[in-house]
Structure formats: structure tokens, C-alpha cells
């Protein structure tokens, strides 16, 4: 059985699967890493990118950021991704409701290099999906120097690299998830290392390693 994360490979076990006739070899994103640290925006900027579904964990998002809000004034979120449009409104309903739509902007379907753009300027990506095979999104972000904090579910936690590249956390809720960024987002030294990491571990995951792991 070959998959992309450890977690998968723990599903499979519970199955009756042996491990040792497992593989997980990681999926790289097939942009090139930043070499230098990016020019970020100029007021705290987080991101979801995704299928804008429930399954993705857009609402628990909606409601971290409500949460940062009340610490930092000045946060804006970026949404991008395409969805059902009857979703879509409710989601602006109840952000409206929340009164924080007018520091959400929804960017829909974007082309590749405009959601790298885009990954590159934000801070902080946030994902809080019930769970993936991998979470290629967390690697695309840290490839542009931006760190994610994620729900502790399978994939996610295993495309985090917890403490370096982001944070996977300890219990999933949209109170922990604006905790820990409001948390990363004032210790400065720290957010710095995270982005360092970020294009280490990016620049170290080479689909040309892949490819030669694959073919062995």
C-alpha cells in the first residue's frame, strides 16, 4: 500500500493492513520555493484556500477569525476558492451576522500563480479540514514562506511540520486555532523562524527525490 502521510498508514493498520507493507512518500508541491524571505502585507493577513465546502472546514475558519478580530483589530482573511453558490451565501450571512464582512474578501477560482501570489503576501494560512490525504495547500504556503496552523487531523498533521513549519493543534476548535495565531503572530523572532523553516523543509521535498523513492 503506498499513500501520501503516516496518518494514512495508521488508518491502515486499524484495517488489519501490515505496516510493513506500507509506504508513505510525501507530496511535494510542484512550485519552486522562495529563496529569500517575501514582503508580506502590511496589516496581519490569513488565508484558507480550498474547495470552499463544509467538509474543509471553511465555517470553523470563519469563526478563528472572528475570534483574532478581537485581538487584532486590524486582521483581514482571504478566501480562496470556488463553491455552491447557495453556500457561499450562507456563509456571507453569517459572516455578515459575525459583523466582520468587510474584512473577509472571497477571491473564488484563481489561477496558479495568483494563488501562490497571494500565499506569498498573507501571513498565516488556516486549514481546519476534517481531514485530507495530505494537505498539499500547506505545502504550497510554506513554499512561500507562510506558515499554517491546522487542525490535528489526518494529513494536515502530517504536512506540518509542528513547532517548525506551523502548528498542528492540540485541540480542534476555532478558539485554540485564533489562540495560536494571534500567539505566533506577536512573537516576531518566532514567526521568522517559522518562514525559514518553511522554505527549508520546502526546499528539502524535491519531486526529483519523489520520483527515485517512487521508482524503488
Not at 115 to 143: C, D, F, P, Q, Y
Amino acid at each position: 500500500f503506498w499513500t501520501d502521510a503516516p496518518s494514512t498508514i495508521d488508518d491502515l493498520e486499524k484495517f488489519g493492513i501490515k505496516r510493513l507493507n506500507c509506504i508513505a512518500i510525501p507530496c511535494p508541491s510542484e512550485n519552486k520555493a522562495l529563496t529569500t524571505l517575501p514582503k508580506k502585507e502590511k496589516i496581519p493577513t490569513f488565508i484558507f484556500v480550498s474547495r470552499v465546502v463544509k467538509m474543509k472546514g471553511i465555517e470553523e475558519v470563519i469563526k478563528a477569525f472572528f475570534y483574532i478580530l478581537k485581538e487584532v483589530k486590524n486582521g483581514q482573511l482571504w478566501i480562496v476558492g470556488d463553491g455552491d453558490k447557495k453556500y457561499l451565501e450562507y456563509l456571507k450571512k453569517t459572516m455578515h451576522d459575525y459583523s466582520i464582512s468587510t474584512k473577509v474578501k472571497f477571491f473564488g477560482r484563481v489561477t496558479e500563480s495568483n494563488k501562490l501570489n497571494l500565499m506569498k503576501k498573507a501571513h498565516i494560512l488556516l486549514h481546519a479540514s476534517i481531514r485530507e490525504g495530505w494537505g498539499l495547500v500547506v505545502t504550497e504556503a510554506a513554499s512561500q514562506a507562510t506558515p499554517s496552523i491546522v487542525y490535528n487531523v489526518s494529513g494536515l498533521r502530517d504536512s506540518v511540520v509542528n513547532n517548525k513549519t506551523g502548528i498542528v493543534l492540540s485541540e480542534n476548535s476555532p478558539f485554540e486555532m485564533a489562540k495560536e495565531s494571534v500567539s505566533l503572530l506577536e512573537d516576531k523572532k518566532k514567526y521568522m523562524e517559522f518562514q525559514k523553516d518553511c522554505l527549508r523543509s520546502s526546499q528539502g521535498l524535491k519531486w526529483d527525490d519523489v520520483t527515485k523513492l517512487s521508482l524503488k
